[in-house]
């Protein structure tokens, strides 16, 4: 068992750590473990382990870290104890490992049979530099204040199912996905858009995609619908395949998290330029379709034959009773007779001029 002592008083996390380590040899290999400021012992029987015991506990009460366990880089750059020394004693030799750079260690012999904690008190504080591992990503925690670079990569190590969004600088984990107000909804939602963007080229409709809207927002949104990157829309797709910029159109089915959904995740988009933003308050059995054009917030009234209309994608209307009712059926009349408007052949003929004549 390797046994090292650091002090890491005043050393900032993330960065190459001078500290002070105090340790033994592993007794079978005759290794020092590290590569600094070390004090290994070849000592064994019952009185090595009481003094050992005795120096833990010191290092211990003058606030240093106790470690078990040596990274394997140390150990491989450690050195054999010198054991030739004249009039040394195989027992109760302690020796003291110096750095030499990207070279192994120095050995230097300390008197036989000196107590370990008197070496320890006595050492001078040898600045040195250890080599660093990259340390273990954090998990992703909700309430986490994190900056988007640093939230992709702790996602990227979390598991495939796993699913999270920083919104405001401020991480929230979604919780488990129910079918009755959260995946039959948005099947019908997706159904919607679909069906709009068939007869609308350069518009595309995605769910659940990545969107990177700032340097403290990287949302998830429930649908989008955009004017495709190649036809001057105000998105593009990384390389990574994430969407970067705000979408035209965001869709969110909100249950639980109706709260965030209409308050942070509503100011996130509106300041980033989302155009249009529509929340389907399921267990409300209400939908609040918000215009953003210039910055300002409008609510989107129903027209006296009860059906909601784009500002942004002309043709783009909802029967929102045939929605919530279930009616698809009815929901894709609707989307025909919105497409078949000359207001919708004019948006086409933008990015289809055959299409749209």
């Known amino acids: 068992m390797h046994l090292a002592a650091i002090d890491r008083s005043g050393v900032r996390p993330g960065t190459n750590q001078r500290c002070r380590i105090l340790g033994r040899a592993d007794p079978e290999r005759q290794h020092a473990v590290g590569c600094d400021h070390i004090l290994a012992s070849r000592g064994g029987g019952r009185d090595g382990e009481l003094a050992r015991a005795d120096a833990e506990q010191r290092v211990e009460r003058r606030g240093w ?13 450690g050195t054999r104890l010198d054991s030739s020394e004249p009039g040394s004693s195989d027992s109760d ?3 003291r490992v110096e750095s030499a750079g990207r070279r192994s260690p120095k050995v230097q012999a300390f008197p036989e049979r ?5 070496l320890a008190e006595s ?3 040898i600045p040195v530099t250890l080599p660093v591992d990259s340390p273990r990503i954090p998990p992703l925690s909700a309430g986490d204040h994190l900056t988007r670079s640093e939230f992709e990569r702790r996602y990227l190590a ?4 796993f699913r999270a969004e920083l919104i405001e600088g401020i991480v929230y984990v979604g919780s488990p996905v129910r079918v009755t107000v959260h995946g039959e909804p948005l099947a019908r939602v997706l ?6 963007a ?7 409709v995605s769910t659940d995609a990545t969107v990177r809207l700032d340097l403290d927002n990287e949302v998830q949104p429930d649908a989008c619908l955009r004017i495709a990157p190649s036809r001057q829309g105000q998105t593009k797709t990384s390389v990574e395949g994430y969407i970067e910029g705000a979408p035209e159109l965001v869709v969110e089915v909100a249950a639980s998290s109706v709260s965030i959904d209409l308050h942070a995740k509503l100011r996130a988009y509106r300041r980033n330029g989302v155009r249009e933003y529509l929340v389907w308050r399921v267990l409300d059995a209400a939908m609040d379709w918000l215009d953003f054009a210039d910055g300002e917030l409008e609510h989107v009234a129903p027209g006296d034959d009860g059906l909601l209309r784009s500002r942004v994608f002309p043709g783009l209307w909802l029967d929102p009773t045939a929605l919530l009712e279930r009616d698809m059926a009815a929901v894709f009349r609707t989307v025909e007779s919105g497409v078949a408007t000359a207001e919708h052949a004019a948006f086409v003929h933008r990015f289809d001029p055959e299409r749209g004549k």
């Open 65 to 77: 870290v106790v470690a078990r366990t040596v990274p394997q880089q140390h150990r491989d750059r």
């Open 93 to 95: 030799r302690w020796v």
């Open 114 to 118: 000196t107590c370990p904690h008197t």
């Open 123 to 125: 050492l001078p504080v």
């Open 158 to 161: 979390m598991p495939e199912s």
């Open 191 to 196: 159904g919607w858009l679909t069906h709009y």
């Open 198 to 204: 068939a007869s609308t080229p350069g518009t595309e």
